[in-house]
């Protein structure tokens, strides 16, 4: 854009694609980083700038894509594709139903302009650009325009990052971690002499700072007694049973399905298999050693909550080599909003048993003749796929 000379951005550059080398290394050989357009953007740059930069970023990183073979990043392109159009699947809903990849919240907002760094941050971005403007214009007089076009880039740099941020938390609500403390580094531009010198000499320019913040610190004051109000304690009793069951009943080499959180839970405290983990994204890695990426093995894992016959959900849990499934009520009845339930994200993947009781209200009223429940208690039950299923299953 003008603001660095081709040597600094250069120097950047190499800054990055060190960085990159070494995560590259120290991750394994993640190819979700290989493929990503972070490193498209780096490469992209050293040739060329603009809308040439942009386009070329996103042509390399799909052409990367393409040549590894990798789609690890692939629910990102589709998940803000399902922000911005009425596009959805069982992947991205499995994302946009958790309020944590939804769109920002009122309150965030509503929190912002009670604390006044929403206002603060417009007021500041207002005279930032406003006087850059102007003395560019002045500056234009006496250097050259590539030296006016230089003044003040640090800041150009912070706003549009501001407005990137920005755009993203809006768009996936867990991306305000990033936004807010950018927020408060742009607010303190009320401090700059350049912006706000106008308003007078040294002592008043230090009591208008000085009652902004006290304005401020009304409300932060507030939301600081508030979480340090709050008094962590967790407990979970019917887990510690399940987990207790496990390690007292099962064999060492037993084999686990369920929902990630659980299983994550089941693989810490037990050491026994599982076949799905949280690392949901995760699909080239598997690919080295098992028939299913991790993706198409959680799809398999979670049909358990859809409308589908219960011999077709035992025979997927065969193929994965599970001994035991963890059928959790909360997963079949929880609906953060309408078209979020297990089931009803299912409905949309599958159309031909739209509408049909879901197999897992049926499991959870009786497990035969498909299962047998070996462990029960208020969250959780255990269902076992019979030995001899599995052995129909091999031969």
């Given at each position: 854009m003008g603001y660095l000379s081709t040597s600094k951005i250069k120097s950047l550059l190499v800054v990055h694609l060190a960085s990159f080398a070494i995560c590259f290394v120290m991750l394994f050989g993640n190819l979700e980083l290989l493929t990503s357009f972070y490193i498209s953007s780096l490469v992209a740059g050293w040739f060329v700038q603009g809308i040439?930069?942009?386009?070329?970023?996103v042509l390399l990183k799909f052409f990367m894509s393409f040549i590894l073979g990798a789609s690890n990043d692939a629910h990102i392109?589709?998940?803000?594709?399902?922000?911005?159009?009425?596009?959805?699947?069982?992947?991205?809903?499995m994302y946009t139903c958790a309020a944590e990849f939804d769109f920002m919240e009122l309150e965030t907002l509503l929190g912002h302009v009670k604390t006044s760094i929403l206002?603060?941050?417009?007021?500041?971005?207002?005279h930032f650009w406003k006087g850059a403007k102007e003395l560019t214009l002045k500056k234009m007089s006496i250097l050259t325009l590539q030296m006016a076009q230089f003044a003040n880039g640090e800041m150009v740099y912070h706003s549009l990052q501001l407005v990137a941020f920005a755009v993203l938390?809006?768009?996936?609500m867990r991306i305000k971690l990033f936004l807010a403390p950018l927020?408060?580094?742009?607010?303190?531009?009320?401090?700059?002499?350049?912006?706000?010198?106008?308003?007078?000499?040294?002592?008043?320019?230090?009591?208008?700072v000085f009652g902004i913040l006290s304005i401020m610190a009304i409300q932060g004051v507030a939301n600081f007694q508030s979480q340090r109000g709050i008094v962590g304690d967790f407990s979970n009793l019917p887990q510690e049973q399940l987990l207790e069951w496990i390690n007292a009943n099962t064999m060492p080499n037993a084999v686990f399905a369920g929902s990630m959180p659980t299983m994550a839970s089941v693989k810490l405290s037990t050491g026994?298999?599982?076949?799905?983990?949280?690392?949901?994204?995760d699909t080239w890695q598997n690919k080295l050693r098992l028939t299913y990426?991790?993706?198409?093995?959680?799809?398999?894992?979670?049909?358990f909550y859809s409308c589908k016959p219960a011999k077709e959900v035992k025979r997927n849990l065969?193929?994965?080599?599970?001994?035991?499934?963890?059928?959790?009520?909360s997963w079949c009845n929880r609906r953060s909003r309408p078209g979020c339930s297990m089931p009803e994200i299912w409905d949309v993947e599958d159309q031909e048993n739209r509408g049909k009781l879901p197999l897992c209200t049926l499991l959870s009223i009786d497990s035969q003749p498909y299962f047998t429940t070996m462990f029960e208690n208020k969250f959780y039950k255990v269902l076992k796929i019979p030995i001899a299923a599995k052995y129909d299953l091999l031969i």
């Open positions: 040439a930069w942009f386009t070329s970023t392109g589709n998940l803000i594709r399902s922000k911005l159009t009425k596009y959805k699947d069982f992947h991205t809903l206002p603060v941050n417009s007021y500041c971005s207002h938390a809006i768009l996936v927020m408060c580094l742009m607010a303190s531009l009320i401090c700059s002499r350049q912006l706000f010198g106008w308003i007078g000499e040294h002592f008043k320019r230090h009591i208008t026994r298999a599982i076949v799905n983990h949280p690392h949901y994204e990426s991790h993706k198409e093995r959680t799809n398999l894992v979670y049909t065969m193929q994965l080599q599970a001994d035991y499934f963890i059928l959790e009520d």
